[in-house]
Nanobody, 117 residues
Framework: QVLLEESGGGLVPSGGSLRLTCRAPRLITSTFSNSVMGWYRQAPGKERELVARISSGGTTDYADSVRGRFTISRNTSRKMLFLQMNDLKPEDTAVYYC????????WGQGTQVTVQG
């Protein structure tokens, strides 16, 4: 059963922006609110890597490669996670995945982001 649903990916030129959304309609609110929520990405031929994560208390953590360009946020009451991506670069091209980590964990199915150089 897919618990997380990503959307918002697409094709953008270098320097462009996208906003990714992750919805968790089948997660109970307490699971969402108590989980660390994160965005990960996987480029062709590479391992999946952490992009950004946010704790239940709102503390954020970013990969060095995206710090200052990407912003992660969450809306607990709506069980949604966001990733605002600005100044996109071709090396940001990847499939982006949403993840929750708590007593349980799970992944979404991903959304493709392609940045044209």
């Amino acid at each position: 059963q897919v618990l997380l649903e990503e959307s918002g990916g697409g094709l953008v030129p270098s320097g462009g922006s996208l906003r990714l959304t992750c919805r968790a309609p089948r997660l109970i609110t307490s699971t969402f609110s108590n989980s660390v929520m994160g965005w990960y990405r996987q480029a062709p031929g590479k391992e999946r890597e952490l992009v950004a994560r946010i704790s239940s208390g709102g503390t954020t953590d970013y990969a060095d490669s995206v710090r200052g360009r990407f912003t992660i946020s969450r809306n607990t009451s709506r069980k949604m996670l966001f990733l605002q991506m600005n100044d996109l670069k071709p090396e940001d091209t990847a499939v982006y995945y949403c993840r929750f980590q708590g007593r349980d964990s799970g992944w979404g199915q991903g959304t493709q982001v392609t940045v044209q150089g």
